[in-house]
């Protein structure tokens, strides 16, 4: 069950953050949906760390407010590949984007590049079957063998949030697949 003081997902938030350099600057422009911290070794390996900290947060409310980052494939432990967008110049991990680039409902963004790191603490731990063994974890806080099962785990307005955005991005996919209108051609009056 998620902590009682978990923050408001609707609350319209500002958590700005970017690459090391300063090229690449972004923000959340709400609370994330949920964060979690994954400890499978695939994260530790693309990170160099012992997890990955992750705020997942819908495409509708994240903007990239300077630069433009690079986008490279990774291979996952599942055998799919996922998206990760990086500084061009200083090479730093942003954020991840499972499937089509560009077309990913959720945005995982490596807390750690935020400004203000401290302000999304994990509220679910998981892959914690393959943690480091010095680290250890606060009881309060869910751990999972493996991934969790998402309806159970994140709160309903999250849930509702990931629905709304997978619709929206559904529509906006649809209206950029659609030809442009054709308008009629106007026919040149001659002047005489």
């Known amino acids: ?4 003081d978990m923050p408001t997902s609707t609350k319209t938030s500002s958590h700005p953050g970017g ?11 709400r609370e994330p949906m949920f964060v979690h911290a994954c400890h499978c070794t695939r994260c530790q390996r693309e990170t160099g760390g012992p997890f990955a900290h992750h705020a997942m947060i819908e495409w509708s409310a994240f903007e990239v ?9 990774s291979p996952t432990d599942s055998g799919a590949k996922h998206w990760v967008a990086r500084c061009p110049t200083c090479q730093t991990a942003m954020w991840n984007e499972w499937g089509a680039l560009g ?3 959720t945005r995982y963004v490596r807390v ?3 400004d203000n790191p401290h302000a999304l603490p994990p509220l679910a731990h998981i892959f914690v079957r393959s943690k480091q063994a010095w680290v250890v974890l606060p ?3 869910p751990q999972f063998s493996g991934y969790y099962n998402v309806q159970k785990t994140w709160p309903a307005e999250s ?7 997978k619709a929206a991005l559904k529509t906006a996919t649809k209206n950029e697949a659609k030809p442009a209108a054709s308008k009629p051609a106007r026919k040149r009056q001659i002047q005489q």
């Open 1 to 4: 069950m998620i902590p009682a």
């Open 103 to 105: 077309k990913a409902v």
């Open 139 to 141: 009881a309060e806080v």
């Open 112 to 114: 750690g590049t935020l």
């Open 65 to 73: 407010t300077e630069g433009e980052p690079s986008h490279s494939q």
């Open 159 to 165: 849930l509702a949030r990931y629905e709304a955005a």
């Open 19 to 29: 690459c090391a350099c300063g090229q690449v600057r972004f923000r959340l422009t």
